[in-house]
């Protein structure tokens, strides 16, 4: 019954032994991997069988047939051998866990032994066909005392952990990381409420983990040799135990890539929320041109540089010194074309470092992988060399690049120059390094040029022109005689085949020496694989120094990286400030780069006595895109980054908050109006003294009444707590509340509709003090392509409504009058100055 159920089969009779052996693996593999597809190897093709051949069809859109016999049938679905890497990607890419039973001999008469070799999850591959450049993290969440995560690079070793206090602190770090999958303790799955909010939020894949302290304990004691100090909540042990024995689970074993746990405080880092990430295109495009932030900034080099330049990305630094070491370095690159062009042309010679040292320190680097860290650590002195005039951050790289010369010579001394793709392949082990193997070599060397005499030797013997010696996998070697020589074919000779116009013959000292050829190259084969093993052993004793000088180099990368798009691009050096920023012809990194000479830089000015700009102007005149160019300036300066600007002087923020768009969660069922105020909300929430908020048009997803006030009451709050605020809006009402706020200050973006009433509309794109007169709602709907009957009839609407709009103000400011108080002469300055702005139209009554 079990079987019949698992096979989704038809008929009631035994299933057969390879059936059976399919169930009783697929059983093994469920117990550790609930929702794996078994791929069973069977002659060329992996084959699925039942539920998964139904799964596997639909995912990979391939043929679902049957499997029958006498009596049993059952769905089934193959993939041939040749073409596994690339289906292992896809059901990896659709969330699915993928689990490898390969033949363990040739096919006989009895039952094949079969054994899983693979166990390959979205979180957990190491394989680089298998892997994209960036991170590619296992992330694991346990609660206690608030919240913990770790998060486990299984490709490189890195093994990292937090804990947070609140659940959106939680969401915004692990949004950063972007994990492929991930582990949640059952206080979180098994909570319907929790496990919903976490599905809505990450469309990642969830797995099953052991979060049982006393298995947490032991994993970390297995893999670290202790559990860290650092680890100091049995939420942090839960969280790191889990992704460690899930980590073990799937690499079978072998995790000595992974040396030590890290223990990061987000506090220690610029706090950047995921709405904010997403915000400022950091690393997802929102625009249509679909450039991001990364993409500007990504000239590194090699693939550990550009996962470097992720991380600094992610967290921006709040460390004076740290910076400008960042900086320092940066600007000794620019400062040296030389210098920086020999570094990148010497990174782009580089292989992927950091995960050679992880393969390396797991025994499972390849013939080829090996090769290519050989010529890797070949490139260290040559980099050393470079810096060698160099001091702070750059000298301190010098030191970590380690040369590891004994590495390079054992290596160059024992593979070829250009090993076999695979381990077994023949050819690996250099000739000269060792005795045995080239005895052994020699040997069949010698068998083979006997065979390749022979053919010469028999025809001069037997006087047949036309014989050849040749082979095949069935016969091996034989000797082949044409039908019209037939005649003269010698004694000795015993045939093996007949053909239309010719036959096969082989003599025993043939048959002999085939034999020992494939005993020695079996033998050889057999020696190469041990003495590679030897060296591949042998190399993972220098795992850390290897880690450590990819770090180093990833790092060099990044610097030398940033330095030329500083270069490129005509950045500044930023000069950190105790609290002022100051922007001169700042612009856009993304935009401006797209825009190719056509971007109108614009200054900016914040600090004591002007901390909260007010920003009005008419749509596309370019508000969010300076909105965003202050925020990313201050971002690229805390990273160690110059900016492209003409000069900047900027503090070190503890946090950039953003809400700059907003849209519907239709899974979540939250409208626009409910995700912009619960961003909202986490701003004001979070938002200090130290901070920068960048709001953009605040309270618009409801009625004007109810997003005035909400916007207005959010403005107060903000300039309030003394953060950095820049306020995008189009209620004109606001503006005047400068006479109210010291410290606010209206800008706007010049416009100017075209001469002669067309209806046209010049930006200027240039951000100039004081409010704007109006928004050209109208004038930018007509841009757009309305119909001008509607774009007539909503001037003339426009006209009624800032009329009523007038008269409404008028009561107000009517209603707010103290008359008890108020002099003659002060009354007749307010009918004044309320008949001068009827007389000169103006929008906004001078009010008292």
Not at 164 to 175: I, P, Q, S
Request: glycine share 8%; net charge negative.
């Amino acid at each position: 019954m079990r079987a019949q159920n698992v096979l989704k089969g038809t008929g009631s009779g035994a299933l057969p032994p390879m059936l059976e052996q399919y169930v009783n693996m697929r059983d093994e593999v469920a117990q550790q991997l609930p929702h794996a597809i078994l791929l069973f190897q069977v002659g060329d093709f992996y084959e699925t069988f039942g539920e998964d051949a139904e799964r596997t069809a639909r995912l990979l859109g391939i043929a679902l047939t049957h499997k029958s016999s006498k009596d049993f049938s059952t769905p089934m679905a193959g993939i041939p051998l040749r073409t596994l890497d690339q289906n292992v990607e896809k059901l990896l890419s659709a969330g699915v866990c993928v689990a490898v039973a390969d033949q363990m001999d040739e096919a006989g008469t009895g039952l094949v032994e079969r054994k899983v070799t693979q166990l390959l999850t979205p979180g957990t591959v190491t394989e680089e066909r298998h892997l994209g450049a960036d991170e590619n993290y296992l992330a694991a969440v346990a609660t206690g005392d608030g919240y913990a995560l770790a998060l486990l690079d299984v490709s490189t070793g890195e093994f990292r952990t937090a804990a947070f206090h609140t659940r959106v602190a939680l969401y915004d770090e692990l949004g950063r990381h972007r994990a492929r999958e991930v582990l949640l303790a059952p206080e979180l799955s098994g909570n319907p409420a929790l496990l919903s909010d976490f599905q809505t939020r990450f469309a990642v894949m969830l797995s099953p983990g052991n979060f049982a302290e006393e298995a947490s304990h032991a994993e970390l004691v297995r893999t670290l040799g202790e559990v860290p100090a650092t680890l100091t909540s049995a939420a942090l042990r839960r969280a790191c135990g889990a992704v460690l024995g899930y980590a073990r689970l799937t690499q079978q074993g072998a995790l000595d890539m992974v040396r030590r746990v890290v223990r990061f405080e987000p506090g220690a880092h610029m706090r950047l929320s995921d709405a904010a990430v997403r915000a400022l295109e950091l690393f997802q495009a929102q625009s249509p041109q679909g450039v991001t932030l990364m993409d500007v900034l990504c000239q590194t080099r090699t693939a550990g540089g550009r996962r470097r330049l992720r991380a600094w990305l992610r967290a921006p630094l709040l460390d004076e010194l740290s910076i400008r070491a960042r900086l320092d370095s940066v600007e000794a690159l620019t400062r040296a074309p030389d210098l920086r062009g020999g570094v990148r042309s010497l990174l782009y010679r580089a292989h992927d470092l950091e995960r050679l040292a992880a393969r390396v320190a797991t025994r499972r680097a390849a013939p080829r992988e090996v090769a290519a860290l050989a010529r890797t650590l070949d490139l260290l002195p040559d980099a050393a060399g470079l810096l060698s005039a160099q001091d702070g951050l750059l000298s301190g790289v010098r030191a970590r690049l380690m040369a590891l010369p004994d590495v390079v010579t054992r290596i160059r001394a024992a593979l070829v120059e250009d090993p076999p793709l695979r381990l077994g392949d023949g050819g690996l082990i250099r000739d000269g390094f060792h005795a045995e193997l080239d005895q052994l070599r020699r040997e069949a060397l010698g068998h083979r040029e006997w065979l390749a005499q022979l053919e010469l030797t028999e025809r001069e013997r037997t006087g047949i022109p036309s014989l050849k010696v040749s082979f095949n996998g069935v016969f091996g070697y034989y000797l082949e005689v044409t039908s019209a020589h037939l005649s003269k074919v010698p004694a000795d000779y015993r045939q093996v085949a007949t053909l239309k116009d010719r036959a096969r013959f082989t003599r025993p000292d043939l048959r002999e020496r085939e034999r020992e050829i494939a005993r020695l190259e079996a033998a050889a084969s057999r020696l190469e694989t041990e003495v590679f093993t030897e060296l591949r052993d042998a190399l993972s004793a220098h795992a850390e120094a290897l880690a450590e000088a990819a770090g180093a180099l990833a790092e060099l990368d990044v610097l030398s990286a940033l330095a030329e798009v500083a270069v490129e691009g005509g950045w500044t050096r930023p000069v950190t400030t105790a609290g002022e920023t100051s922007l001169l012809q700042a612009r856009h990194p993304v935009v401006a780069k797209i825009a190719a000479g056509r971007f109108v830089p614009n200054d900016a000015a914040l600090g004591p006595g002007r901390h909260t700009l007010l920003l009005t102007g008419p749509n596309m005149a370019g508000k969010s895109t300076y909105l965003r160019t202050v925020a990313l300036c201050a971002l690229l300066h805390q990273i160690g980054s110059f900016v492209p600007a003409d000069r900047a002087e900027l503090p070190v923020y503890d946090a950039v908050h953003t809400r700059i768009g907003a849209s519907d969660d239709l899974a979540g069922g939250r409208s626009t109006f409910m995700v912009e105020m619960s961003e909202l909300a986490s701003i004001l929430h979070g938002a200090s003294a130290c901070s920068l908020v960048i709001l953009d048009e605040v309270g618009r997803g409801t009625s004007t009444l109810d997003g005035l006030a909400i916007a207005q009451a959010a403005l107060e709050h903000l300039h309030a707590t003394g953060a950095h605020t820049l306020f995008a809006t189009h209620y004109f009402e606001l503006t005047r509340l400068d006479t109210e706020f010291p410290g606010l200050v209206n800008l706007h973006v010049a416009a100017e509709e075209d001469a002669a009433g067309s209806g046209g509309l010049t930006f200027y794109h240039q951000v100039v003090p004081g409010a704007a007169r109006q928004s050209y709602g109208v004038e930018v709907a007509r841009l757009a392509g309305l119909p001008a009957a509607v774009t007539r009839r909503s001037a003339q609407l426009l006209g009624a409504l800032n009329t009523q709009g007038d008269d409404r103000r008028l009561v107000r400011e009517l209603a707010a009058l103290d008359l008890s108080r108020l002099t003659p002469m002060a009354a007749l300055e307010v009918l004044h100055s309320w008949q001068r702005a009827l007389l000169e139209g103006e929008q906004e009554p001078v009010g008292t």
